[in-house]
């Protein structure tokens, strides 16, 4: 896992950003445990990659920085969240991947949006025993370059 994309990280980044320049000053402004549900301990842990929330308690801290639900913050934050869960970037890589084509578009321009989808998602590795089929037999080696 990236630890430059660590939840703490994130979560400490986006608060500067936001105009609070120590995770104190952050907790006492948006009114401690009472608004955040949690101490000043628990928020410096979350900070300093000691700890996650619980899922539920971090619409509290997007409220608390006052960040809406559907920002690119927001969504950096809960993939963070996510990262820092997991381990890893695989589950964060799918939450990130582009949203499905609108099917309001018209239709050439449909049809090009899901060519360029297929081929985006088409990863085919061949064992060297396909390989050799395939350089054997013409037809095979067409079917796979139109496919």
């Known amino acids: 896992m990236n630890a430059i994309n660590s939840f703490g990280r994130v979560l400490s980044r986006i608060r500067k950003e ?17 608004t ?3 101490s000043f301990v628990s928020y410096w842990d ?3 990659n000691k700890k996650l929330p619980k ?6 801290l997007l409220a608390a920085l006052d960040i809406d639900q559907d920002s ?16 890893s970037d695989e589950l964060a890589r799918t939450l990130a991947a582009p949203a499905a084509v609108s099917a309001d578009l018209p239709s050439r321009e449909l049809a090009e949006a899901a060519a360029h989808q297929a081929q985006a998602r088409r990863s085919v590795n061949l064992t060297l ?4 089929l395939l350089s054997k037999d013409l037809v095979t080696d067409i079917t796979n370059d139109v496919l």
């Open 55 to 60: 899922s539920w308690r971090i619409k509290a």
């Open 72 to 87: 690119p913050l927001a969504k950096e934050l809960i993939l963070a969240y996510f990262r820092t869960l997991s381990g």
């Open 129 to 132: 025993e396909q390989w050799k």
């Open 18 to 34: 936001r105009g609070y320049t120590t995770a104190h000053q952050f907790f006492k402004s948006v009114g401690g445990s009472k």
């Open 46 to 48: 979350l900070e300093r």
């Open 36 to 38: 955040l549900g949690f």
